[in-house]
Each structure stands twice: as structure tokens, then as C-alpha cells.
């Protein structure tokens, strides 16, 4: 068994979200340990021997939702899989990325390694097959309203149906299981509820949203800094003693990183005393962008839970781990995305944050009125504007994200013939959250080049010793903005660059976790 640096080996222990965030995106391998496999294996055995027995149990012998009344009979229970997949698979709208549903279908795998689904070893084989080897299933984004949908159409792609994206194509999952030699898995009892039950989607999902997150609040800290040096900000508001009579630990660690940041800086110096006090977009960044972090703190606790809960129904419980005869099998609300779903709405509230003061920042570097800069920073203010529509388009998204700020876990609905009365929308909270961090990171992409911009119309220097470093990163990619060019190539140029997982590494000596 593989179990090399690029490879993701479960043996019991507690899952990471970054352990998540290395199979979707770096395609890591996935291999479960001999007692995770025998674990999985023990309550199948429970789930096959109640679906022979005529004793009814929600999922394994009865209908779903509303039809958990209905008994069935064993005769029946294969069907019931079958069209579980084929009924709840009702997602709608464009295909989620690649690296959304490679998230969700290793968290499926982390959800049955548990041991108490009950659900077919073949199910999760298959699922591990194709996180393996790349086959992708085609997945639509909307449609859920906690969870079901999403794995329903993941589900398709285990018993040969459906589209799956494959070596740059997208095709039937037929077609790609022909060329490989491969038969599609044949659901039993439970399995078909298993595939489509617990927190899965949401939970891979915010996963992926933790590590831009993660990575959105270094990048807030840096261009912060850059623009506290461009607007001749005092240094005043970001002393460690000042900010130590908070408790904060977001807030010290911001401030840490903006002094560090800015430590040799020749401007800051020379700027000292010019005025009293800036305003609250500048000498409150330590204030706004930690508690952002620490609602980023908070929201990874709740995630990580989560990963490593159980989030199915029914469940498998051994009430005795030496006895695989003494067991229960409970019908309860396990696969309900309360946690997930709040954690990732309160996410978006700090998200929308760090867009919001950055765009603050963004009009005073532009405007003459907030700053010592050329107006719109270009040294032929009225023959040309510069960077002025660049901070509309700032305002433009800051908007939008406040809306994407509307927490979904308030809202409720009544589904399953009444069954299913508490929603989480943990999905829609998920997927929320993506468009969110999107958006902010274009604002944050505009407040980096003009901050730049900035930097190059200033005569004094030199610069801070990590906010000089952003400064030639970015001028590596993109130059001084002269009008040449549409402002839109600039801003995405600089938006692609801090995507890159690679962007923050010559932060390191600066940026302080």
C-alpha cells in the first residue's frame, strides 16, 4: 500500500480539512487503512442481516423521508437504491468544479471510514477508484437544500450512469467505465441512502473555502500594509502595546504582520507626524482584520468537527467495540448541516469584512481629497483617470458581497411531506462563501495595484521590507498602468497571481500564523 508524501493515508486518526483540500486540488491519493476496511465491512454484515430479517428499520427496509412507514421486502431493497440515485438526483444550473466534487467525494470516503453507515465496501472502493485515477463525475450546483442532490448525481457515476469528466473530456460514465475494464457497482440494501445521506457535500466544500480563506486573510494583512505606507499612515495605532490591551487574538496577529511588514520602511519614517490620525479603514485594520481571523478560527473548528463526525441515518452503533453482536441501529439527525451551515454564513459576514474596508482604502489611494497621491494615481490626472473606474468596480463587488453576507441557515422550508421541516442549506451557505471569496479577492486585487501605482509615484523610499517585496511581485506580473491597455487585463493579472498557492511563499519571513 502507497503511502508516499503526495499520498493521503487514513489509518483512524483525526482528518484535517487541508487533508481534504490535498486530495481535491493536489489529487493526492486516498487509501484507508486494513481496520478502517474491516470497520466498514462489520456493519454492512448489520445492515445485510436486518435486510433479510422482516423486522422493519428506517433506510435499510423501509421507504425514505415521508415512506419510512412503508415496509419493504427484501426483493425490493435493491431497487430502492436504484431509484433513490435516480429521484434525488434533481441538481440543477452550471456543474460545480472539479475540485468541488473531488472535495465532497473524498469526504463521502471520511464519512463511511467511520464505520457505522452500514453502506457496501464497493461503494467505497469505487469512489476511492476515481478520486485515484482522476474520473471526475459531472455534478450540478444547485438544487440542494442541505444536503442529498449533490451525492445523488456523484452516486450516477458509481452504477455507470451519468457524465464524468475524464483526461480533459466529458463523457458517459459508461463509455469511460467500457475502455476501462470495469463494471458498475451493483447497490444493495441501504446503499443508495448511504450515497445520498450526511453532511458530505457541504462539509468538502467548505473545506476548499477554509484554504482560500486561509489565504485571502494573508493577502488582506499584506495589501493593508501597502496601502498604510502609500497613504502615509502612522504606525501609531499598530503599536504592539496599544493593541496588546485588546485580547484579540486575530487582532495581535495582524498587527504583527503589518509591522513587520512595514519594518525598514523608509516612507513610514519620513511620514511620521505628518498628521494626527488617519482614518478608521487604515488604523483599524489590526481591529477589522482580526476578527475576521478569528472567525476564520472558529469556522475551521466547526468544519474539522465535522469532518470527523458521523453523519448518516440511520447509524450502526456497537454498544460494546469486543462484541459485533451487540449493536443498535438508531434512526436520528445526524446528516443535519446546522454547524456547517452556520460556520460558513458567519465566514461570508468576515469575508464581505475584509472586502468592505478594502475598498475603503481603494477610494482614498484614488482620491486627492484622502490622500498626498495624484489624483486617480496618474501623473496626467484629466487627459487620463487612472485607476477611477478600478475602485467603482471595487464598490461594485463589495456590494455584491454584502448580499452573499445573508446568512442561508435562517431560512426554512418544508420538505418530504412534512418529514423534513429544519433545513440547514449548508450547501447553499458553501456555495455562498465561494462567491464571496471570489469577489474579495478582486477588490483585494484592485487595493494591490493601487497600492503599486502608488508605490511608483512615490519619490521617497525605500519601501518596508515585505511590503517592498509585494510591491516587485506584483511589477513582475503587471506594470506601471499608463492606459495602454483595458484596466480589467491588469486587475485579473493581479487577482491570478494571488490565487496561486505559491504567492504568499516569499511572505514567509513577514507573515506571522
Known amino acids: 500500500m502507497s503511502n508516499s508524501i503526495s499520498d493521503t493515508y487514513f489509518n483512524g486518526d483525526e482528518w484535517k480539512w487541508i487533508n481534504v483540500v490535498d486530495v481535491a486540488k493536489k489529487k493526492s491519493k486516498l487509501y484507508l487503512s486494513d481496520d478502517i476496511w474491516q470497520g466498514i465491512k462489520n456493519t454492512r454484515s448489520v445492515v445485510e442481516s436486518i435486510a433479510n430479517s422482516g423486522i422493519p428499520h428506517y433506510g435499510i427496509n423501509t421507504g425514505l423521508g415521508a415512506l419510512c412507514h412503508v415496509a419493504l421486502d427484501s426483493s425490493q431493497l435493491q431497487k430502492l437504491s436504484w431509484y433513490t440515485l435516480m429521484s434525488h438526483a434533481a441538481g440543477v444550473g452550471e456543474p460545480l468544479k472539479t475540485e468541488q466534487v473531488r472535495a465532497i467525494m473524498c469526504c463521502a470516503v471520511i464519512n463511511f471510514s467511520h464505520g457505522c453507515s452500514g453502506v457496501n465496501p464497493s461503494v467505497v472502493k469505487r469512489l476511492i477508484y476515481l478520486l485515484n485515477n482522476d474520473i471526475t463525475p459531472v455534478v450540478p450546483s444547485a438544487g440542494s437544500v442541505g444536503y442529498l442532490s449533490h451525492m445523488a448525481h456523484i452516486g450516477l457515476s458509481l452504477i455507470g450512469e451519468g457524465e464524468v469528466n475524464h483526461e480533459g473530456d466529458t463523457l458517459p460514465t459508461k463509455e469511460v467505465y467500457f475502455q476501462r475494464g470495469i463494471e458498475p457497482v451493483q447497490l444493495g440494501a441501504k446503499d443508495g441512502l448511504c450515497i445520498v445521506n450526511g453532511t458530505v457535500a457541504m462539509t468538502g466544500l467548505a473545506c476548499l473555502e477554509l484554504d482560500a480563506v486561509t489565504q485571502l486573510a494573508d493577502w488582506a494583512d499584506i495589501v493593508s500594509a501597502m496601502s498604510v505606507e502609500a497613504l502615509s499612515g502612522q504606525l501609531t495605532a499598530f503599536d504592539a502595546s496599544v493593541l496588546g490591551k485588546k485580547k484579540h487574538k486575530g487582532m495581535q496577529t495582524t498587527g504583527r504582520n503589518v509591522r513587520s511588514l512595514l519594518e525598514g520602511s523608509g516612507v513610514v519614517s519620513s511620514n511620521l507626524g505628518r498628521h494626527l490620525q488617519d482614518a478608521l479603514s487604515v488604523r483599524s485594520i489590526p481591529q477589522v482584520h482580526g476578527a475576521c481571523r478569528d472567525q476564520l478560527s472558529v469556522a475551521v473548528q466547526q468544519i474539522q468537527n465535522e469532518l470527523n463526525s458521523v453523519s448518516d441515518n440511520p447509524i450502526v452503533i456497537y454498544d460494546n467495540d469486543n462484541d459485533n453482536d451487540n449493536y443498535r441501529v438508531v434512526s436520528q439527525a445526524n446528516p443535519h448541516g446546522e454547524s456547517v451551515a452556520m460556520a460558513c454564513d458567519m465566514l461570508s459576514i468576515a469575508v464581505s469584512e475584509w472586502g468592505a474596508i478594502s475598498e475603503r482604502r481603494v477610494f482614498r489611494l484614488v482620491t486627492p481629497h484622502t490622500s498626498y497621491l495624484p489624483a ?24 455584491d458581497t454584502k448580499k452573499l453576507a445573508q446568512p442561508c441557515v435562517i431560512e426554512n422550508y418544508l420538505t418530504s411531506g412534512m418529514q423534513e421541516d429544519h433545513l440547514s442549506f449548508g450547501e447553499t451557505s458553501a456555495l455562498q462563501l465561494h462567491r464571496a471569496v471570489s469577489n474579495v479577492f478582486y477588490i483585494l486585487a484592485i487595493e494591490y495595484l ?19 517585496v509585494a510591491w516587485c ?9 499608463e492606459e495602454n491597455h483595458p484596466i480589467a487585463i491588469d486587475i485579473q493579472q493581479a487577482y491570478d497571481l494571488m490565487r496561486q498557492s505559491y504567492s504568499l511563499d516569499c511572505f514567509e519571513p513577514f507573515i506571522r500564523k
Open 473 to 481: 511581485q506584483l511589477r513582475n506580473k503587471v506594470k506601471f498602468y
Open 376 to 399: 486617480f494615481l496618474t501623473p496626467e490626472s484629466g487627459v487620463k483617470s487612472g485607476l477611477m473606474i478600478a475602485q467603482y468596480s471595487a464598490a461594485s463587488l463589495a456590494c
Open 450 to 468: 493601487s497600492a503599486s501605482q502608488a508605490f511608483d509615484l512615490i519619490e521617497d523610499k525605500p519601501f518596508g521590507n515585505g511590503t517592498g
